[in-house]
């Protein structure tokens, strides 16, 4: 099942898929430029069909095959936060097929800084007649589900595809940071609409006010289709509730009996609550500590929910994170993954 950087890139070359660890999360890859390649991304996660993809690009790619404009503020980003977890929106060059750009004028770019990613993005580049090779890739999970940390998740998430040969995965280590790319949107600066933040991240509203010289928007009606941002999103399986900090304490008498829950609570919270409350009567409430630096708990959250996923419980409850701007990102994936329970 092991494939090396080389057998990888030709895959992709010959139109087939390819999984890579990137530093965020796993990613599903096909080459940019094959519509066919990329309509096997949209089979393999069911994911509709007008949903755009980001195009990963080598360190040393040519920005400006993949774009028609690099305005100023995408040349400090890129100084600043690439290779990185940082997407681009930008104008698409016409080249770029409609399946990647699910039809819009605009494409997503990222240079990632996973060595691995890297590795294969510059391999197969070189494989390419011009030296520019893009791959299109969404996270490599099902649509509307939780994104994949480690080679085994996508395993997990794919077995049909990897039978039939149609996907290999590139292994790595598990991802650095957990979640996904911060995406920035930047297609629409001619028409005077600022830079829009479209998909909070790794790198923070504020990090990225520093480099613009102004805080990025957040997204209105006219901003373009995300499915990352539809409400209901990043969902495990099991029923996730968020609970707010004072409820904690009580959760436990809501469990109905028979029942198993977990609560993910912050050590604070852990040492008020008694773990493994279990009598006759009420259900059993388990407790999950959680780190409290946000960096931490990102790098934990969905390797955490696949877990818990397969431990039976009959609902994944999580303490209410703080609200400060480094917990936005944390805040956005946990919100969506609620949503898809109410
Ligand atoms: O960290 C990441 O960004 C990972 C790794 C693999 O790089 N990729 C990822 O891809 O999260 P995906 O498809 O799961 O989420 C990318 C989001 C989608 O919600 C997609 O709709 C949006 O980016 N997107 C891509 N191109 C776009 C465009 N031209 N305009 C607006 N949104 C776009
Ligand atoms: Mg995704």
Redesign the pocket.
Known sequence: MRISIQEAAKRLAEGDLVAFP?E?????GADAENPSAVAKIYQAKGRPQN????V?LAPNADLSYWVSEVPVEAKKLIEHFWPG?L?L?LP?ATHIPDA???G?S???V?C?SHPVAQALLTAFSALKPNGQGGVA?????KFGQV?PTSASHVVSEFPAEIQAGVLSVLEGDDADIG???T?I?L?RLKEGVGAVL??P?HITRGQLAEVLGYEPASPDKA???????LKAHYAPRTPLQMVREEECKQLVSHIPAGEKWVLMAFKEMVSQITSQVSTTEVGTLEIYAVSSDPVAYAREIYGLLRRLDEQGYQRICVQALPQDANWEALNDRLQRAAAAFV
Do not use: C, F, K, M
Not at 51 to 54: E, N, S, Y
């Open positions: 990137t965020t999360v796993y990613g599903l949903h755009p993809v980001i990963h977890p997407t929106i698409r990647v750009s699910g819009q605009s494409v997503g990222r990632p890739a969404p996270s490599a999970n994104s979640i996904e790319s995406i949107d297609s479209l998909r991240g901003a373009p289709r995300v499915s990352g941002s």
